[in-house]
């Protein structure tokens, strides 16, 4: 029989957890973490209890980037952490921190079959695992992996023992310190003037000049400072995807940098001599290999600046220093200007011109994803918090000017689809006071689609809106480009609105646009959730893709 009144070694790790203030966990049960998962809920853990493993952790890495602080997802051990092999290398990717309990196999069976080596798979990913099979140790290396998760900005999973965890607590009653108490203080570095002296002479030299801000800048708080030195220096501003929206009310910012640059972007970026990149991490995309900006040099001011990115060189000039402080020491150095590149005329074209004008008949019956976009941006409220997922369409999703950067998530670093409905799930849980709109692809909510359950149980808030073009767009028009058959990446249009009514959930299919600020409004009026199903043409290619295969954008003219 079993005697309550003795702590667990899992009453005592529940313990450990929940006075790390985590107010959330995303979570899939089974052998390895139910007593635990149970206890924490019992301490006043919210727990999002998922269909899919990969969708707790990928729901927990949007979360901790919403609160800029770690978050929390569970999983059994075995099946349950091989599920998570797709997740964590994004995660590590987007420096997110998040901390996963994971079960292990008991220690006292000869054989069991979930057993596999963990380790290894976990930091094959890039990320940190732990195994606690010292039952002394374990209240401290929690705490202690909450600190790694932060200071390394990257995922800790925790892999315990099931059979240890089920033992009697015989260690310390008293909990260690928590991690938030032993936090180091981190002011924001100070450039050093030498530095600064450099780069105002560089910066004074150059003609045409971008000031492109990544989330380095955005979460220091550089936004103001960027467009202060950008004026003062007379030129552009623009930001990595992102980062996108930092500058969205700003004449004279040229739009995303990188695959997403819009029409007019594309021009002024091809002219800039001076790139000046701020908080960013100058990934590949950002300059399409440096592509985007053939003249320019360029100047990091991060605090952590680096000579080589992704197999690139990219910055011959670095400012050390936290962002916003770079960034005002920068522009406090700079002689005023005689010429500016700024003109009224330039920022009429930035404003007035469409993301991409290339022509293309459509299909009776379907829509083209550029006015679906136009028309959501004009018609969904400007304090719905956007998920951006990933595969062709979102190209077209990215494109919404008036959207600040406050209301726009997108995690990409693995390439992966099929993350979309977990991003907006950890979105939705940490701000539940919010709508979130998610725009993804068809062939990647499919790929997770069971979620849609859990959005109901949980009643959040979410607008899921599916680009539908009835295929794997991405992998289509490559084929297509190649001239290879299309099977394979063709599915037809199937129906996201009878899947939604299936999960309880409120479902639409859109063939035209002229109804939509009616629709929205009647949603917003209901909250709750539901899908809404574009159907799209697959004669529209995005302009990257039609950078990538020019040959097939000329054919694909009508
Ligand atoms: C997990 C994973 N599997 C496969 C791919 C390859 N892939 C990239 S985009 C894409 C198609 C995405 O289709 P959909 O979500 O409908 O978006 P679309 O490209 O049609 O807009 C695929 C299969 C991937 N990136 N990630
Ligand atoms: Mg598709």
Not at 19 to 24: D, I
Request: net charge neutral; glycine share 8%.
């Amino acid at each position: 029989m079993k005697n309550e009144a003795i702590p667990r070694v899992y009453d005592m790790l529940a313990k450990a957890f929940a006075q790390e203030e985590v107010r959330t966990c995303f979570a899939l049960l089974g052998d390895a973490n139910m007593n635990w998962a149970e206890r924490l809920a019992q301490a006043g853990c919210r727990m999002i209890y998922v269909r899919h493993e990969h969708c707790a952790l990928a729901a927990a890495m949007a979360y901790a980037r919403k609160n800029r602080d770690v978050a929390l997802a569970s999983v059994t051990c075995g099946p349950g952490v091989t599920q998570l092999i797709t997740a964590l290398p994004a995660a590590v990717r987007a420096h997110l921190p998040v901390v996963v309990f994971a079960g292990e196999a008991p220690l006292k069976s000869g054989w069991y079959n979930q057993e596999i080596d963990q380790a290894p798979l976990i930091t094959a990913t890039g990320a940190a695992y732990h195994r606690l099979h010292m039952v002394e140790r374990m209240p401290v290396a929690v705490r202690d992996a909450f600190l790694q998760a932060r200071r390394e900005r990257r995922p800790v999973v925790i892999g315990i023992p099931f059979d240890l965890q089920a033992r009697p607590w015989e260690g310390r009653a008293e909990l260690p310190t928590p991690s938030r108490a032993l936090l180091p203080r981190l002011s924001p570095i100070p450039p050093h003037p030498d530095d600064v002296a450099r780069a105002a002479t560089l910066v004074a030299g150059a003609e045409r000049i971008v000031v492109l801000a990544g989330l380095g800048a955005a979460e220091a708080g550089a936004g103001e400072s960027c467009r202060a030195l950008a004026e003062k220096a007379g030129g552009l501003l623009s930001t990595t995807l992102p980062a996108r929206g930092l500058f969205h009310d700003d004449p004279f910012c040229l739009g995303i940098s990188g695959s997403f640059t819009p029409e007019v972007g594309l021009e002024y970026l091809a002219q800039t001599d001076l790139v000046i990149a701020v908080g960013c991490s100058l990934a590949y995309h950002a300059g399409g290999g440096g592509q985007l900006w053939p003249k320019a040099q360029m100047l990091q001011i991060d605090v952590d600046p680096v000579a080589v990115s992704q197999g690139q060189e990219v910055a011959r000039h670095h400012l050390r220093a936290d962002a916003r402080l770079g960034v005002e020491a920068l522009t406090a150095a700079l002689p005023a200007r005689a010429k500016t590149w700024r003109s009224e005329a330039m920022a009429a074209r930035m404003r007035d011109s469409k993301p991409d004008s290339d022509s293309v008949e459509i299909e009776p019956g379907l829509l083209d994803p550029r006015e679906v976009v136009e028309a959501l941006e004009q018609a969904l409220p400007q304090d719905w918090e956007m998920v951006n997922s990933g595969g062709h369409s979102s190209w077209f999703f990215g494109q919404m000017p008036s959207r600040a950067w406050e209301r726009f998530m997108t995690i990409r670093e693995f390439g992966a689809i099929g993350n979309g409905i977990s991003f907006a799930m950890g979105v939705a849980a940490a701000r539940p006071d919010r709508t979130v709109v998610l725009f993804d692809g068809d062939g990647s909510l499919m790929m997770h689609v069971q979620e849609l359950e859990t959005i109901k149980r949980h009643g959040m808030n979410i607008l899921v809106v599916v680009m539908n073009d009835g295929a794997y767009g991405s992998e289509l028009h490559k084929l297509r480009a190649e001239g290879m058959p299309e099977d394979g990446s063709v599915f037809g249009y199937c129906d996201f609105a009878g899947i939604a009514r299936g999960f309880g959930l409120a479902g639409e299919t859109f063939t035209r646009l002229d109804d939509l600020p009616r629709r929205v409004a009647a949603f917003a009026q209901r909250g709750g959730a539901a899908v809404w199903d574009f159907h799209v043409s697959t004669k529209v290619m995005s302009p990257s893709m039609r950078r990538a295969h020019p040959q097939a954008a000329k054919q694909n003219k009508p």
